[in-house]
Every structure is written in C-alpha cells, then in structure tokens.
T-cell receptor, first 110, second 116 residues
Framework: QQQVKQSPQSLIVQKGGISIINCAYE??????FPWYQQFPGKGPALLIA?????SEKKEGRFTISFNKSAKQFSLHIMDSQPGDSATYFC?????????FGAGTILRVKS | DADVTQTPRNRITKTGKRIMLECSQT?????MYWYRQDPGLGLRLIYY???????NKGEISDGYSVSRQAQAKFSLSLESAIPNQTALYFC???????????????FGDGTRLSIL
C-alpha cells in the first residue's frame, strides 16, 4: 500500500513551460514534505520542502503548494529548462523517516 | 570526494550468496539510512540508525540485516540473496533538523545489485 501517491508517472514539457507534479498522502502524522530530484546514476538530492502549517513555499523557479485539508501537495517548476530533466520524488516524513512517492520522470524538450 | 560513499557501485551475484553493501560518510551525521529503489515503487526504507547503538527496522527489513560499526559506517547485508532483491540500493545520512527547519537526507550514488 503506497502511503504517498504521486502522479503522473512521466511528464513531457516544452522548454519555458510549467511542470506540475502532484502527491497525496493519508497519514496525518506526517509533519514534513520534501521533494527530491534524481539524475541518472546519482542519488536523490533535496530540492525543496514544506511543513503543513504553510500553504506555499517558493525557491527560485520551484514552488510547493500544500493543501492540508485535502492531504495533497504539488511541485510546480516554472520556466522549465532541459537541465530540469530528471526523476522527481515527493516524500512525507514523521520521526525523521521518509516515505517516498513512486516518482515522476520529467523530460523538458528544447 | 563524495560525502556519502557506497561500495561497491555495481555487483552481480548468485542466489543464496551472502552480500554486504557498505556505506561511509564524512558529514559527521548521526542518522543513517538504507533504502532500495525499484522502478514504479520509489524508494523504500529498509533499516535506519539514529546513533551507533540504535538500529531500527524500516518498511521492508525482511531478508536484510545491518551493522553500525561507527558513526561514519553503516553496512547492509543480504544473508542469502534471492532474485527479487535485485534493485538499486541507497545509503543516506541526516543531521536531523537543520537551522532552516529542513530535515535533509544526503544520499550516496547507490549500489546496483543484480541477483541471478
């Protein structure tokens, strides 16, 4: 049973477009929601994160939107670039332990 | 030099063999983790350790064991490998919560394990 459900599985976006990846969770004990970015042959790296007392967090071109009542959160990548092509994982944490979504493979076409 | 180093990077072995994957870190973090990554399933937690004397099972610990030899070293063992343990394995470290309120985990580059 996937505790964190992520969609879509894959995404193709034109350069300059907006990439949107969605996640949903069930366990209300989760208290920290990070997004990780993974390039081929590398381990995941923390991209941006949010806590449930905040509805939105922006860092550069990356924004997390968080809806606590719906138990959903999403990653928006503005002005998507070919260098953003990677696999993106949402995650949820309690007690400093992460539960990951299944991942989204993003391809940005130039 | 990488902060989190995993060895070996690739391993092919046969069913029934004992395998040890090693992880060492220079970040000085107390918390260490082992995950496996499978296509379509994301990363799943196998074991974690919050200090040298602390070992905890994760979501999928059956068939695996770990050893925390020092703050900097955390090894994962497959006592008798089976084909469905073929996966990409990652070690990670964490300082707990940092001064920005984040709980970052820093991953190694993984070990690709194939069991025939």
């Amino acid at each position: 049973q996937q505790q964190v459900k992520q969609s879509p599985q894959s995404l193709i976006v034109q350069k300059g477009g907006i990439s949107i990846i969605n996640c949903a969770y069930e366990n209300t004990a989760f208290d920290y929601f990070p997004w990780y970015q993974q390039f081929p042959g590398k381990g995941p790296a923390l991209l941006i994160a949010i806590r449930p007392d905040v509805s939105e967090k922006k860092e550069g071109r990356f924004t997390i939107s968080f809806n606590k009542s719906a138990k959903q959160f999403s990653l928006h990548i503005m002005d998507s670039q070919p260098g953003d092509s990677a696999t993106y994982f949402c995650a949820a944490s309690y007690g400093n332990k992460l539960v990951f979504g299944a991942g989204t493979i993003l391809r940005v076409k130039s | 030099d990488a902060d989190v180093t995993q060895t070996p990077r690739n391993r092919i072995t046969k069913t029934g063999k004992r395998i040890m994957l090693e992880c060492s870190q220079t970040k000085g973090h107390d918390r260490m983790y082992w995950y496996r990554q499978d296509p379509g399933l994301g990363l799943r937690l196998i074991y974690y350790s919050f200090d040298v004397k602390d070992i905890n099972k994760g979501e999928i610990s059956d068939g695996y064991s770990v050893s925390r030899q020092a703050q900097a070293k955390f090894s994962l063992s497959l006592e008798s490998a089976i084909p469905n343990q073929t996966a990409l394995y990652f070690c990670a470290t964490s300082p707990g919560q940092d001064n920005r309120g984040n709980q970052p985990q820093h991953f190694g580059d993984g070990t690709r394990l194939s069991i025939l």
